[in-house]
């Protein structure tokens, strides 16, 4: 029960500093001043995930159907009798 006491304490303790940026960078200043090792630690996790993550979308996309360039296709307009375009 303790343990659970505990978490639940340390997630409302994270919500409450993410729901402020300010809160959030200095949290994140003062981890990195206190303990630069796990910081720079959790970063280089946190990079390799959004790297792994983005590297498998680019996969995935490139084997379903591969990756087009997006053009703008107008329609052809007909010649009007008047001499004009018509729409």
Do not use: E, K, N
């Not at 029960?1 to 949290?27: E, K």
């Not at 959790?42 to 997006?70: I, K, N, P």
């Amino acid at each position: 029960m303790t343990a659970l006491i505990l978490a639940l304490a340390v997630l409302a303790a994270a919500c409450w500093l993410c729901l402020s940026p300010l809160r959030l960078a200095a949290a994140g200043a003062v981890l990195l001043i206190v303990h630069p090792v796990p910081t720079f630690a959790l970063t280089a996790v946190a990079a390799l995930a959004v790297t792994v993550t983005a590297g498998r979308m680019a996969y995935r996309s490139l084997r379903d159907g591969g990756w087009y360039l997006v053009t703008v296709q107008r329609p052809a307009y007909a010649m009007s009798r008047a001499g004009g375009v018509a729409a």
